[in-house]
């Protein structure tokens, strides 16, 4: 079976667990917290199209997509999307206390 992998992981807040978010990155793990661990209205209308969406994704009838979508609007409606983290890109370059340059503070000038 086809697990159904995300090109980006969704982030959730499944469980009341603190501050720690679950990172979804196949339908199958979507699926999982959408049926048996889904701390919202499981009768909410973007949850059950969420369900629908993996369940299609896992017989083969719609792409991966379709089901990160769903869920993560499901999230959004449930008020459990975790902000997604996003990798500082390598083109800012290296800190200033690696070029050797020395950045003047406020005070300084």
Do not use: Y
Not at 4 to 14: E, I, N, S, T, Y
Not at 66 to 78: C, D, P, Q, S, V
């Amino acid at each position: 079976m086809d697990e159904g992998r995300f090109d980006q992981p969704v982030r959730v807040f499944a469980e009341k667990r603190g501050n720690i978010a679950d990172t979804v990155t196949t339908t199958v793990q979507a699926a999982d917290i959408l049926l048996h661990r889904w701390p919202g209205d499981p009768g909410a209308r973007k949850h059950l199209a969420a369900r629908k969406a993996c369940i299609a994704v896992l017989e083969g009838l719609k792409e991966a997509r379709a089901a990160r979508l769903a869920f993560e609007a499901a999230a959004k409606e449930a008020d459990i999307l975790a902000p997604s983290i996003t990798p500082i890109s390598k083109s800012e370059g290296p800190p200033l206390w690696r070029s050797g340059r020395r950045q003047r503070l406020k005070r300084d000038q």
